[in-house]
């Protein structure tokens, strides 16, 4: 009994030696210092807000599973509440869950010893862990946060929420706060109490800030370089994925989409074509505005059009597989242009048709939103099963707008065709990334955004996006066949009579 005692203490005097002897989790030195640096904190009242900062799959959950796991023991005799909140219920809530149970089965001194209560509440002896939602429409008031407050994925929790409804939890206690997350833009709940943290920081001496890259998880563990070294090459080091999730960078939530530097990535290094080159491979994307109404009441005939309309716009890409066997995926050259401005989309079709017969595109990607949903059909009639329409949406746009950005990052796209009117579209087009945890992307060029010359578009800019459905297809390098020679069955029975 009393090897037992003295095991149970040394455990937990050292929470790092609890998770390791106990949990059987060998904690990297960057999780050991949070997970002492919070349990000072709680136990020594201090009710510090602290702000963790890790990169994905860098093992920031079960730094928080073992925390928890060693709280809860350690306070199992008093009716003490550890609360925790996700942006979502399903999946972010129901993991943290999972790992949580995970790690109390496989602790000796807790396998045994919990339970858990209506389906959200773990309890070791008198003290509990708590599970919520900090989703917009979530009612969350009434519990308690006597023992640890925390916030995972916080850059996606609503600052309003936060505010009202989570923060008065610890309003009788004063309890220790710890948010975690990765960075994201510079307007979310993270970044702001990442930076309320500094200055308190500065002023006692005690650390409440532990921000951590890729470079740095890397000593530990080299195949998590590996891991993000093939992904800067799949997304290109400036995409906002890489940046946030990887390096810890904060964007800019409202941004020049195209800045200078990513413009000069996509530099052409070929000539534009005015007619197919023999032997190579094309595609063509379509981004559609709406027609003239007096062109469609009058097909054929001539009745002018106003800069400021929106136009019918192609990008011919040509299609280089070089890239295939380092990237899984082609480099797309803008190799010519063309647009057509307030004419009547039977007319468009009878010129589209014309260089689709010339060119003799692999795929035709096209806007078929809205009023691109007839000339989509017409394409389709003409050359079915290569004719790939886009619905836009808010999240489609955004999915497609993430696509595009990695392949300029990547050197993929090289406009061979530029003209001023592309870099002027290119140059005014804006991004801005909205709250939540979909990280949605808003982008293109604003409403109403004129120069010098006039309203300013984006018609190229969408057409050229428009090439990232075609790197979602399946690319991959031909290789000539094996052929295994055949055994002639008489040879075996040889000698065999």
Not at 200 to 224: C, M, S, T
Not at 236 to 260: N, V
Not at 270 to 289: I, K, M, R, T
Not at 334 to 339: F, H, I, P, S, T
């Amino acid at each position: 009994m009393s090897t037992t005692k003295e095991l149970i203490k040394r455990l937990l005097y050292d929470p790092c030696a609890f998770s390791a002897e106990g949990s059987k989790i060998k904690l990297r030195p960057y999780q050991s210092e949070v997970i002492e640096r919070i349990v000072d904190s709680v136990i020594n009242e201090h009710g510090d807000t602290i702000v963790v900062q890790f990169p994905r799959q860098s093992g920031k959950n079960e730094t928080q599973a073992a925390l928890e796991t060693y709280l809860l023991v350690l306070l199992a005799l008093f009716p003490r509440q550890i609360v925790k909140f996700s942006p979502t219920w399903k999946p972010q809530s129901q993991n943290a869950m999972r790992r949580l149970e995970r790690t109390l089965n496989r602790n000796i001194l807790t396998a045994t010893h919990w339970r858990k209560r209506e389906g959200y509440i773990f309890q070791v002896g008198e003290a509990s862990c708590m599970f919520f939602t900090a989703e917009p429409t979530a009612h969350v008031v009434g519990a308690t946060a006597d023992l640890l407050l925390e916030i995972d994925e916080a850059q996606d929790v609503s600052i309003e929420k936060y505010d009202k409804e989570i923060l008065p939890m610890i309003a009788s206690t004063n309890a220790t706060r710890v948010l975690w997350g990765t960075a994201w833009t510079g307007n979310t709940l993270l970044a702001r109490e990442r930076k309320a943290a500094a200055i308190a920081e500065k002023e006692d001496g005690r650390r409440r800030v532990f921000v951590l890259n890729a470079d740095q998880v890397r000593h530990y563990v080299p195949a998590y370089g590996r891991h993000v070294d093939q992904q800067v090459a799949r997304l290109g080091r400036q995409h906002p994925s890489i940046k946030t999730q990887y390096f810890s960078e904060e964007i800019d939530e409202l941004t020049g989409m195209f800045p200078a530097a990513r413009r000069a990535l996509m530099k052409g290094d070929q000539y534009a074509h005015d007619s197919p080159v023999l032997g190579a491979a094309y595609v063509f994307c379509l981004d559609v505005a709406g027609q003239d109404e007096a062109a469609m009441a009058h097909p054929g005939q001539q009745t002018g059009f106003s800069a400021d309309r929106d136009s019918i716009s192609l990008t011919l890409f040509s299609l280089d597989l070089a890239s295939l066997e380092t990237l899984q995926a082609p480099i797309y050259r803008a190799v010519k242009r063309c647009q057509w401005t307030g004419e009547n989309h039977v007319s468009v079709f009878g010129k589209l048709k014309a260089l689709a017969d010339s060119w003799l595109p692999q795929y035709i990607v096209i806007d078929a939103t809205g009023v691109g949903e007839g000339l989509w059909a017409m394409l389709d009639k003409a050359y079915p099963n290569r004719v790939l329409p886009v619905k836009f949406s808010a999240p489609k746009k955004s999915e497609i707008g993430y696509r595009f950005i990695s392949i300029i990052e990547t050197g993929r796209f090289r406009d061979c065709s530029p003209s001023a009117e592309v870099e002027r579209q290119y140059a005014a087009c804006q991004a801005e990334i909205l709250p939540g945890p979909q990280h949605t992307m808003r982008w293109g060029v604003p409403d109403g955004t004129r120069d010098d010359r006039g309203l300013v578009h984006d018609d190229y800019v969408l057409a050229d996006a428009l090439i990232a459905e075609i790197d979602m297809l399946d690319w991959s390098l031909p290789t000539k066949p094996l052929i295994a020679p055949r055994i002639d069955p008489l040879t075996e029975m040889d000698g065999a009579f």
